[in-house]
């Protein structure tokens, strides 16, 4: 009777371990990104082979209401994956409060589940936002990929470029068609990843704590095709560069572009297996 109770006992404890283990992860695009960013390179396909099963995607409505699609297979496994859909053009403050109704909203669904947070590009910061400012509820890490810690280059060129005097803005407007305006509708979102300017956004991000939780940055680097990311410079992309975080990411680097490629599921998913094996 006591080797069955202790059987028994050892059975349910497993059983507990097992479910406490269980983690959500959240997918956050970039700019001019949606959720068919990760499904279209290929990531999400090669997450689910290694045990992450797409959960559904989340979207917000101007109204602060949070909206569900589901995809109904995956809400049946541990380890779940949610893709967000985010207003991609506005500015960082903007993104994450809708960021953060969707997290509230996933807390409702899985309240003992510990939540990871993977962002590309800009999405990473306002992933790193909504973390700084306590949104993220049971939170175990955060990954960026590409993301523009320190700012880009880009942005400042976007800047000068929408910004001409009349006539010439009119001849810009006339000409450029939709692509300028979307230039002209995303400035806030420059002036806000030009740079840590002292002022900034960024920088008050860059300079307030960080929870104690793991950081990896997925750098974009150089191989011998391919010369890297034309985007956000490498050293940008290194959260060991962001004063409040010196030392404290793991650094991973990838010999591809900007953009998402299948590949970066192959090492998504084997870091999150290193999570889970801790």
């Not at 860059?206 to 050293?235: A, C, E, K």
């Amino acid at each position: 009777m006591k080797k069955l109770m202790g059987l028994l006992l050892a059975l349910f404890i497993l059983g507990f371990n097992g479910a406490a283990r269980a983690d959500i992860l959240v997918l956050v695009h970039g700019y001019l990104g949606d959720p068919g960013s990760w499904e279209e390179s290929g990531m999400v396909s090669v997450l689910e082979s290694n045990g992450w099963y797409r959960a559904g995607i989340v979207s917000t409505d101007p109204g602060g209401g949070v909206h569900l699609l589901p995809a109904p297979a995956g809400q049946k496994q541990a380890n779940k994956v949610y893709i967000t859909a985010l207003p991609s053009i506005a500015p960082l403050q903007f993104q994450a409060n809708h960021l953060q109704l969707i997290l509230a909203f996933l807390k409702q669904r899985h309240p003992e589940e510990s939540f990871i947070l993977a962002g590309h590009s800009v999405g990473g910061v306002v992933a790193r936002l909504a973390l700084v400012q306590g949104a993220v509820p049971n939170p175990k890490a955060l990954i960026t990929i590409a993301s523009p810690h320190l700012g880009t280059p880009r942005a400042g060129q976007a800047l000068d470029f929408t910004d001409a005097p009349w006539p010439i803005e009119v001849v810009k407007d006339i000409f450029g068609g939709p692509p300028y305006s979307t230039l002209k509708s995303s400035r806030s979102l420059y002036q806000d990843i030009s740079g840590p300017w002292p002022g900034t956004l960024l920088y008050w991000l860059n300079n307030t704590p960080h929870p104690d939780i793991q950081y990896i940055s997925i750098l974009r680097g150089h191989s011998f095709m391919i010369w890297g990311d034309s985007v956000v410079p490498t050293g940008s992309q290194d959260m060991n560069n962001i004063p409040k975080l010196r030392g404290k990411s793991v650094v991973y680097t990838t010999g591809t572009g900007h953009s998402l490629v299948a590949a970066d599921g192959f090492l998504l998913s084997e870091i999150l297996k290193s999570f889970q094996a801790n």
